[in-house]
């Protein structure tokens, strides 16, 4: 059975975790990995050789990111996906919501930015370029939770409800472009949130929980009304192999569950890491105090103290 005019066989045999696991899948996506992972390293050896440090667990958040990448990719569940809804939904679900996280936590954008080297003075090179980009309209609002929102909520209903995701599915290129779109849109919408980059927008940790939760319920109850349908919703996914043996709504039920327990993964994730930022934060504004009172003699306690004196004198 010839699938979506891949031009390539999909009677796959019945899937199971370790033929899922075999190496395939998209050659794009594997020359994309391996040249994040060598210009990362590059960012982070440059770095080391002129003194500077880098914190481990920012490599690794990074390399996992860009493996995971790799892991639904660049293996046969990338072929799988191609005919189990299921599995494509793993897809998703990962290159969307858990890829992006720890790409960003691995701060590519702050290593870029110190690993590249000045243009010098009226010159602009790479680095004046990334920020110059930084700071334009263009990512303020696309950055924008007014934007970023909506787009994490239409990259759901508007590709699995309507016919577009039929028509990406018919051709490699397409399903390239969809999985590239899932990963943008998931950078986007995380990345001022994660508040780890240097970005246009940086609200404060309660906004920017806030923000988390708004997308979450939308993504929840897109899962669950894939679990709760009596019909296949995806014409892509109604006609599987026979190889398969599998059923149809049962394999949609499962999408649906992935899809929505997947919303709740990434928000226990990237609260976990607004928490420790903001503790991180407190501990650094109450060092920055403490410093400040160390240089003045405490003035600001004494001058503190002399008010309340002088309020008692009043009362007397």
């Known amino acids: 059975m010839d699938h979506g005019g891949h031009g390539m066989m999909m009677d796959l045999p019945p899937f199971t975790l370790s033929r899922g696991l075999e190496f395939g ?5 594997l020359v994309a990995c391996a040249l994040a992972l060598v210009l990362y390293g590059w960012g982070v050896l440059r770095l080391r050789l002129r003194g500077d440090g880098w914190p481990i667990g920012r490599v690794v958040a990074f390399v996992l990111g860009v493996l995971s990448i790799a892991l639904v990719m660049c293996t046969k569940l990338n072929d799988y996906g ?3 809804f299921s599995v494509h939904m793993v897809q998703h679900m990962v290159i969307s919501m858990l890829s992006p996280i720890l790409i960003l936590l691995g701060a590519p954008v702050t290593l ?14 790479p680095r004046e370029l990334l920020v110059a980009l930084l700071h334009s309209r263009y990512m303020r609002v696309v950055t924008h939770p007014v934007f ?13 409800f309507t016919p577009l995701f039929d028509t990406l599915m018919a051709s ?36 920017r929980m806030l923000e988390l939760f708004a997308g979450m319920p939308f993504h929840a109850f897109f899962g669950i009304s894939l679990m709760m349908a009596s019909e296949p919703m995806v014409d892509a996914y109604k006609h599987p192999p026979a190889s398969l043996g599998i059923d149809v709504l049962g394999d949609q039920n499962a999408a649906g569950g992935i899809a929505w327990a997947f919303s709740e993964i990434p928000s226990v ?25 160390d240089r ?9 103290n002399a008010y309340l004196a002088s309020l008692q004198a009043r009362s007397r």
């Open 82 to 84: 191609m005919v189990m």
């Open 269 to 293: 994730v990237v609260l976990l890491a607004l928490v420790y930022q903001w503790y991180r934060s407190e501990q650094r504004q109450a060092r920055r105090k403490d410093r400040v009172a």
């Open 148 to 160: 970023t929102i909506p787009l994490f909520i239409a990259s759901l209903y508007g590709l699995y």
């Open 172 to 207: 490699k290129p397409g399903h390239i472009a969809m999985m590239v779109h899932f990963l943008a849109v998931g950078l986007v919408f995380f990345w001022p949130i994660m508040g780890v980059d240097p970005g246009p927008h940086r609200p404060g940790y309660v906004m």
């Open 112 to 125: 870029t930015l110190r690993a590249l080297p000045a243009a010098g003075r009226g010159r602009k090179g």
């Open 25 to 29: 899948g998209d050659t794009f996506f």
């Open 296 to 304: 003045d003699g405490d003035r600001e306690l004494e001058a503190y």
